[in-house]
């Protein structure tokens, strides 16, 4: 017998498994995989040009759905952003997603491949952020209980997921020299082999390694003719300054308390003696500078994102983002996974009234009401 990966209420197997199955007293149903139980019920009565993702068996999958797309009008390259075309494609550890642009007609013709598994919609990822760390430790302004008793995050490195790193902040810079030099910065500096976005450095006060995900998603530098400069600084001095990254950043492990020739303060992270690896997953919306940041380099496969930061020593990864949809989708399932095979690895999403991922592996930082939340902690 085998479980899908995605669907946790259904199972395949032999008729003899199934009726044992069957007879359990929790079971709903045991039957025939049938193609309409593999749409997402929130594409069924959806009309037009739909963003999907559609999740293969396996990863040898991926080909033949390409293929059948391509055949059917959806081309694998070349389509605008309004136009039916796939976005991206990922082959993962047991499974494979396409995540395309397809007319709502055509999902029926998609769900009756043997390869397709299951076919969901596209959420779009929103920014979230929480309170300061006076707050967690005890609520009462001023009062750090934690810190205290020796309690700062000191030999710890956290993972963020974020827009990205304002690295020349005194939160994050490497030393006080009044200079601006690159190496007065960072360790290394920002650019050739040493440089943050080059090697994991562990003798950085802060900032042990800057990872532009735009390398990994869509093969994009940071740098350069043709590169995105905002894949590699969260407010890069074109005026676009929302700064989210940074901001997180600073609320989990910010700490200027050895830069005294800038403008210091009480007001570090709750974890002000860990080190980030930060992974920037950000570039500027639309509208910029007026508008906010977006998040255009979350990986198709999580593993992407969470082995580089576990192979480096991160074993608390904080993502303080989320979407409108709190069904057990691909993206908890590939948390879980991550987790599962890596049982010292701490993943934490931040909730809202729209921020969900019902991950049962992950803690959700309770900012506000949650209308459904599945086997995940929440702490608030």
């Known amino acids: 017998m085998s479980l899908p990966t995605s669907l946790p209420a259904a199972v395949f197997g032999l008729p003899a498994t199934a009726s044992r199955i069957r007879a359990l007293a929790h079971v709903d149903y045991v039957g025939p995989y049938h193609p309409a139980f593999r749409i997402h019920p929130d594409l069924l009565a959806s009309s037009g ?197 940074t901001a997180v950043a600073s609320t989990a492990a910010g700490n200027d308390d050895p830069i005294t020739f800038m403008t210091g303060s009480a007001d570090d992270g709750v974890a002000k003696g860990a080190k980030i690896y930060m992974q920037d997953i950000g570039a500027p919306a639309p509208g910029c500078p007026t508008g906010t940041d977006s998040l255009s380099y979350i990986p198709d496969d999580y593993a992407d994102l969470y082995q580089p930061a576990y192979d480096a020593g991160v074993r608390i990864h904080s993502n303080s983002y989320g979407s409108d949809n709190s069904d057990y989708d691909l993206e908890a399932h590939m948390i879980d996974k991550f987790v599962w095979s890596n049982k010292d690895f701490l993943v934490v999403f931040s909730a809202s009234a729209w921020s969900k991922v019902d991950s049962a592996f992950s803690i959700r930082v309770r900012t506000s009401p949650i209308p459904r939340i599945r086997e995940a902690i929440r702490s608030g």
């Open 49 to 245: 040009l739909l963003q999907v993702k559609i999740i293969t068996f396996t990863p040898d999958y991926v080909n033949p759905v390409l293929a059948f797309l391509d055949h059917q009008g959806v081309p694998n390259r070349g389509a605008g952003p309004t136009e039916a075309g796939v976005i991206s494609f990922a082959e993962g550890d047991g499974f494979g997603v396409v995540r395309a642009r397809v007319p709502a007609a055509l999902l029926p013709a998609i769900a009756r491949l043997r390869a397709v598994e299951y076919i969901e919609p596209i959420y779009e990822m929103r920014l979230a952020n929480a309170d300061t760390q006076w707050v967690h430790q005890s609520n009462q302004s001023g009062v750090r209980t934690e810190w205290g008793v020796g309690l700062d995050g000191s030999g710890q490195i956290i993972g963020i997921a974020d827009t990205g790193l304002d690295f020349d902040n005194e939160q994050f810079r490497q030393n006080n020299s009044a200079a601006q030099g690159d190496l007065d910065i960072q360790l290394g500096g920002i650019s050739g082999p040493y440089s943050i976005y080059n090697e994991t450095n562990y003798n950085r006060r802060k900032l042990i390694r800057y990872q532009p995900m735009s390398v990994v998603t869509d093969g994009l530098l940071w740098y350069g003719p043709g590169g995105n400069i905002h894949a590699g600084k969260d407010s890069p001095g074109d005026g676009c300054t929302f700064g989210h990254g």
